[in-house]
């Protein structure tokens, strides 16, 4: 973590942080001449791209799908080099494949054209591409972010991808070295996809000013996230924000309590700075003791290590601060502390300056109560999981309540139930409105093909929010009829 700072501060190659063993690729750091030059590409290449047949482009999305599969050993060789956990690594690049797997391709295709006949006429119901559509790809995870640069392209942008300065090798490699000779196999023009890696603020600043951008695929925290989708709307660009996810993970009194607790625990991948993973369970409180105490055993299990080892779930926490007032205000809240709770070294030891946190789990009494920890009402973003007990009341209420609480959340990305009651999860299905993801008896980070990877409602995705198909996210539906033979006049009152 202190190499890429210093590589951050002092880019040169001379420089003495440069030459560190460690250092296992670079990339050119270029100036706002060659932003403007991506910026110009892409705008030329638009209209010809945009052109290419459905089918052609939905079968670049195929095959990229396959390049993943066959490169999937490099490309974890090369995430794992970028200081991700391999076993997190693995989760990260199931996220693509599922996005291109043959069912989701074949579920693209259906949403982007239809076509019927009405009388004399030939109406169709398409999607048509934005136009460019920029991508900035987050530090914590640009495998899964980056390749929906290729759905983008699929819908007929042109696409410009900022490689995140200090972890851009994944970046390039599934872009530059898988993406591109794609491209080329098709005839794609020059400029379709364009890769640049520069100042950030720089880089976001060009693409809303620049009137030939058309869409601007944004990641972070909710806060900035909503500034910068008013200043995409008051320029006339389309927001595509994925932002901070304070997702509810609901165990019910009949759930599977061993396997609930499975995905309770994917709240420590990464060390819980991952936006999908569960940031608070609410418990049946007829089995909150049980899972707690089954909970507090795996969670205990979880070490430090090095990334290439499969038991590390654990990534390195640069900044605690606001771990531990989250924990502080918890406990004057009259929350109980189950387990963790200290930084740690790599080899589990307690240590104010170790560079780990341990997975650390709060038991918090009270549905209503609960609103009063800011733990609960806000994304964390550390390895730190609240466990709400509501207080005991008839089912049919404590249902009601806890619906009402899930809904009543700021933040919409996923939310997941653990019953074994067809009722209880009928119910939760009909009324649960937030987020665009609900997870039932599953993982709760896990992928599967048709339904949306990202997006989401409220803080998480903005006042656009909804589950996230990049390829429909940056087309627009568009209407055509097409007569033969029909009398305009007469086509007036025909509708």
Request: glycine share 8%; hydrophobic share 40%; proline share 7%.
């Amino acid at each position: 973590m202190s190499l890429k700072r210093a590589l951050e501060q002092d880019p040169d190659p001379g420089s003495p942080a440069a030459q560190h063993p460690y250092v296992v690729g670079r990339c050119a750091v270029i100036g706002m001449p060659d932003v403007f030059a991506a910026t110009d590409a892409a705008a030329d290449a638009v209209d010809a791209w945009s052109a290419v047949p459905l089918a052609d482009r939905l079968n670049l999305g195929r095959r990229f799908g396959e390049e993943l599969i066959k490169h999937q050993d490099t490309i974890l060789d090369i995430m794992v080099a970028e200081a991700h956990p391999i076993t997190l690594a693995r989760w990260e690049l199931s996220c693509l494949v599922q996005a291109y797997s043959e069912e989701s391709i074949a579920w693209y295709g259906q949403q982007m054209y239809s076509r019927r006949t009405y009388g004399d006429r030939t109406l169709i119901v398409r999607r048509q591409a934005d136009g460019v559509v920029a991508l900035n790809p987050p530090q914590n995870a640009p495998v899964p972010n980056s390749g929906l640069a290729v759905l983008a392209l699929m819908a007929g942008n042109a696409v410009v991808v900022r490689a995140p300065r200090s972890i851009a090798l994944s970046t390039l490699y599934i872009l530059r070295e898988l993406a591109v000779p794609l491209l080329e196999e098709m005839g794609a023009p020059p400029g379709t996809l364009n890769i640049v890696c520069g100042t950030p603020q720089k880089i976001i600043d060009h693409w809303l000013d620049d009137p030939r951008i058309n869409d601007i695929l944004y990641f972070g925290s909710s806060e900035a996230g909503l500034r910068f989708e008013q200043q995409c709307v008051e320029r006339g660009k389309k927001p595509i924000l994925e932002l901070a996810g304070n997702d509810t993970l609901v165990v019910w009194k009949d759930a599977d309590i061993p396997a609930a607790v499975e995905a309770v625990t994917e709240a420590f991948y990464g060390s819980g700075q991952i936006c999908m993973v569960p940031n608070c369970v609410v418990v049946h409180p007829e089995v909150a003791e049980e899972l707690i105490a089954r909970l507090k055993e795996s969670a205990e299990a979880i070490k430090p290590g090095y990334p290439d080892s499969p038991e590390v779930l654990l990534s390195p926490v640069r900044r605690s601060e606001r771990f531990f007032s989250l924990l502080a205000q918890a406990m004057e809240q009259g929350g109980e502390l189950v387990c963790g709770g200290n930084r740690v070294e790599l080899d589990g030891s307690p240590s104010q300056a170790g560079q780990f946190l341990e997975p650390t789990v709060v038991r918090v009494d009270g549905l209503e109560e609960s609103q009063e920890y800011r733990m609960v009402c806000e994304e964390t973003f550390f390895p730190l999981l609240p466990v709400v007990v509501p207080a005991e009341a008839p089912d049919d209420v404590l249902l009601d309540d806890v619906i009402r609480f899930v809904n009543a959340n700021r933040y919409g990305l996923r939310n997941s139930l653990w019953s074994r009651s067809d009722d209880v999860v009928g119910t939760f299905v009909a009324r649960v409105r937030n987020s665009g993801l609900l997870k039932i008896n599953d993982s709760h980070i896990g992928f599967l093909p048709v339904v949306p990877t990202h997006g989401g409602t409220g803080m998480t995705g903005g006042a656009f929010g909804e589950g996230n198909y990049p390829m429909l996210k940056t087309s627009h539906v568009q209407g055509v009829s097409i007569g033969t033979g029909a009398s305009p006049r007469r086509a007036m009152f025909e509708g």
